[in-house]
């Protein structure tokens, strides 16, 4: 059994205001659900950052200065499937940049299946994986005097609260030599009829995804969440700029699980808060940035809009 998982669970579910983390969202099932999840007509978010690296390739390598003739490192962080990385990993190869890839994963299978793919699609890259914590591989990498450009996409950031992703952002600053350049993606702030059915889609995959982690909890813990009585609530308002997702009891209840040897109520109507996918503009990132030395290069967007990835360099 998973200790964390055990001790995080019971943790949140103890609070006044219950919660479940959201990174437990990503079991074998919830993987295999995030997936269709990002191919859904309503989730924008994956296919407007894939634009800006299909079709703003040049303008990216442009934004970060880079030049063919000067060794750069490439870093991700959270590199997934590398699907939009591909593309300008493409592009420098074909213009014949001097660089390295070096994607960053708390996951080795993910890693593993990766460099595997990158190896058959892209056989003269040269791939060095970095399994761990981000903040721990990037220490390591400090070392070497080497040009590091980061990329940290697919709004990951806004899956944080304000206080964290300034944190988080301070840190990965500070990992950074002077000059270092890091690639931000964001989701922008929109019109609650864009944002809110992406996590409220019409063929339920979402609202599969946030009760999914209830069968987890049910199948690692011992637990006996009855699914039929609990709903999935997004919600998202335009003027804060924040989506939030919610599992709501529907009836007054009690759950045992087993592996607390503990019993929790659930009031009609009560929430569960599991995630929180911020928006940006300028003026939030600017806030989020201002205890780093990071300054905004410039941004480039999607074509609707929806999306931007932010040029940040170290002064």
Known sequence: ??????????????????????KYFYDKIGDALFVKIMNLPEYYLTKAEFDIFKNQTKNIISSLDIKPNTYFELIELGAGDGTKTKELLKVLLLENFQFEYLPVDISQNALDNLEANLNKELPKLKVTKKQGDYFSVLDSLKTSKHPKVVLFLGSNIGNM???????????????????????????????????????????????????????????????????????????????????????????????????????????????????????????????????????????????KGYFADYILIKT
């Not at 009585?229 to 924040?242: A, L, T």
């Open 161 to 303: 609260e304000d206080e964290k992703a300034s944190r988080f952002i301070t840190n990965l600053s500070n990992s950074l030599n002077t000059k270092g350049k890091i690639l931000l993606g964001v989701d922008l702030i929109k019109a609650q009829d864009i944002v809110l059915p992406a996590y409220n889609d019409k063929a339920g995959v979402t609202k599969a995804f946030n009760l999914n982690l209830l069968h987890r909890i049910n199948r690692e813990l011992d637990a006996n969440f009855s699914i039929k009585d609990f709903s999935h609530q997004p919600e998202y308002s335009e003027k804060e700029g924040i989506a939030r997702s919610y599992i709501v009891s529907n009836i007054d209840q009690d759950v045992s699980i087993g592996a607390l040897n503990k019993v929790f109520h659930f009031k009609k109507d009560e929430k569960i808060y599991t995630e929180i996918s911020r928006k940006y503009n300028d003026l939030v990132l600017n806030e989020i940035l201002k205890n780093s030395e990071l300054k905004i290069v410039t941004k480039l967007l999607d074509a």
């Open 1 to 22: 059994m998973n200790k964390k998982f055990k001790n995080d669970i019971n943790e949140g579910l103890s609070k006044l205001s219950k919660t479940l983390p959201s």
